[in-house]
């Protein structure tokens, strides 16, 4: 919903610049991350299992759409306040998989340098804050990297996650009013993956969130988080809103966390027909489907990049599975951040969605191979 002419005229400046169509590049990277992602957690998975994770194990599978849609359209210069179901967006941003595995081992290379055993981790020089596990309390941290980017009249938008259970709580609110009410450049993604722990939708809300966003001055849309390109696409319009100084937008993702809430739960308060039905529905599998289908790719095509994947995270559970435990003495080190540390470059390991074309003010990301 448009509330000023400010937003109107940020959204005609926006279709200007939003008509780049995705290339087959992109969409092959769309596909190698939704795969990445996967293939990391069940690795991760099984070595929780093999009793190599000494805490407990989350992850964000049937989600994958989610995260990796999102993420692919920030520049290098844009922030992330990543959650537990979006590993996808670590990965754009340049974590690689070892690092990932290595994390929840409490290894010497994991993200954290084996500081933080499980995925409460963010590369701030990839431009990733440290998760913050009271939810949603990174809503307020990507709020307040917003506020800066705006105070400093900079191009740079934020854009943070979160499911629909955290919606209940006040701070989100408070996030959602502040950035309504001074226009900031942030994209609030919402994961509705069904369930809030066990408790179902119906017993969380009696107005769907999305429906909120209006209250607080600015649009919430609703796509099928499942589609990965439905996803791009609305964060693509929500963060060239942002950037045209058009404020905020809540996208809601619809979709359906497909394992327990962590690798203890059982999940038995999901209804059997209920999770058949979303598995149908899969975003990995849709999108194979849809890339021989509509974009001209082969199916051996599709495979080869399946296990090109597959195989380049198995070495990488390698390297995580060699990593060391840390020295003890490195537990005092990196405690407090060097004000002048420079930031890098987000980067990753596959080449990205051609950023610097978009008017999006933030540098071509580099392309690197892997
Ligand atoms: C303030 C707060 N209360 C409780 C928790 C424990 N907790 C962690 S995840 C979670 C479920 C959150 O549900 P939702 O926001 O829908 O996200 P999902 O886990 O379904 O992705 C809970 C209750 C927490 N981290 N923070």
């Given at each position: 919903m448009e509330t000023t002419d400010a937003s109107v005229v940020a959204r005609e400046r926006v279709r200007e610049v939003a008509e780049q169509p995705l290339t087959r590049e992109d969409r092959a990277n769309l596909f190698r991350y939704m795969v990445m992602m996967r293939a990391s957690e069940e690795r991760a998975l099984t070595l929780y299992k093999q009793g190599k994770v000494p805490g407990s194990f989350y992850d964000g599978c049937g989600q994958e759409a989610i995260s990796v849609g999102a993420a692919f359209v920030l520049g290098p210069m844009d922030r992330m306040c990543i959650l537990h179901r979006d590993l996808g967006a670590h990965l754009i941003r340049g974590v690689t998989p070892d690092r990932y595995l290595a994390n929840f081992m409490g290894r010497a290379d994991g993200v954290t340098g084996g500081k933080e055993g499980n995925m409460h981790f963010g590369d701030r020089k990839l431009g990733c804050v440290g998760m913050v596990s009271m939810l949603p309390d990174m809503a307020l941290v990507a709020m307040g990297m917003a506020l800066a980017f705006k105070t400093r009249r900079e191009r740079r938008v934020a854009m943070t996650f979160f499911g629909e259970g955290s919606t209940a709580n006040g701070?989100?609110?408070?996030?959602?009013?502040?950035?309504?009410?001074?226009?900031?450049?942030?994209?609030?993604?919402?994961?509705?993956?069904?369930?809030?722990?066990?408790?179902?939708?119906?017993?969380?809300?009696?107005?769907?969130?999305?429906?909120?966003?209006?209250?607080?001055?600015?649009?919430?849309?609703?796509?099928?988080?499942?589609?990965?390109?439905?996803?791009?696409?609305?964060?693509?319009?929500?963060?060239?809103?942002?950037?045209?100084?058009?404020?905020?937008?809540?996208?809601?993702?619809q979709t359906m966390r497909m394992?327990?809430?962590?690798?203890?739960?059982?999940?038995?308060?999901?209804?059997?027909?209920?999770?058949?039905?979303?598995?149908?529905?899969?975003?990995?599998?849709?999108?194979?489907?849809?890339?021989?289908?509509?974009?001209?790719?082969?199916?051996?095509?599709?495979?080869?990049?399946?296990?090109?994947?597959?195989?380049?995270?198995?070495?990488?559970?390698?390297?995580?599975?060699?990593?060391?435990?840390?020295?003890?003495?490195?537990?005092?080190?990196?405690?407090?951040?060097?004000?002048?540390?420079?930031?890098?470059?987000?980067?990753?390991?596959?080449?990205?969605?051609?950023?610097?074309?978009?008017?999006?003010?933030?540098?071509?990301?580099?392309?690197?191979?892997?």
């Open positions: 701070q989100w609110h408070e996030a959602m009013n502040f950035a309504g009410i001074h226009r900031l450049p942030i994209v609030f993604v919402l994961e509705n993956n069904r369930f809030a722990y066990s408790t179902p939708n119906e017993l969380e809300f009696a107005v769907d969130p999305v429906e909120r966003a209006h209250t607080y001055g600015f649009a919430g849309v609703n796509v099928d988080g499942n589609d990965v390109e439905a996803v791009f696409e609305a964060a693509r319009a929500a963060a060239d809103l942002a950037r045209a100084g058009g404020g905020p937008t809540l996208i809601e993702c394992h327990g809430h962590g690798a203890h739960d059982d999940m038995r308060y999901v209804p059997t027909e209920m999770h058949a039905e979303w598995a149908r529905r899969d975003p990995i599998e849709r999108y194979a489907e849809r890339l021989v289908a509509d974009h001209g790719f082969a199916p051996d095509e599709v495979e080869g990049i399946r296990s090109e994947v597959r195989s380049y995270v198995e070495d990488c559970a390698g390297k995580a599975v060699a990593s060391p435990m840390p020295d003890p003495e490195a537990a005092a080190t990196g405690v407090f951040a060097d004000a002048f540390e420079p930031l890098g470059d987000g980067h990753a390991p596959w080449s990205l969605w051609s950023q610097g074309q978009s008017g999006n003010g933030n540098a071509p990301m580099e392309r690197r191979p892997a």
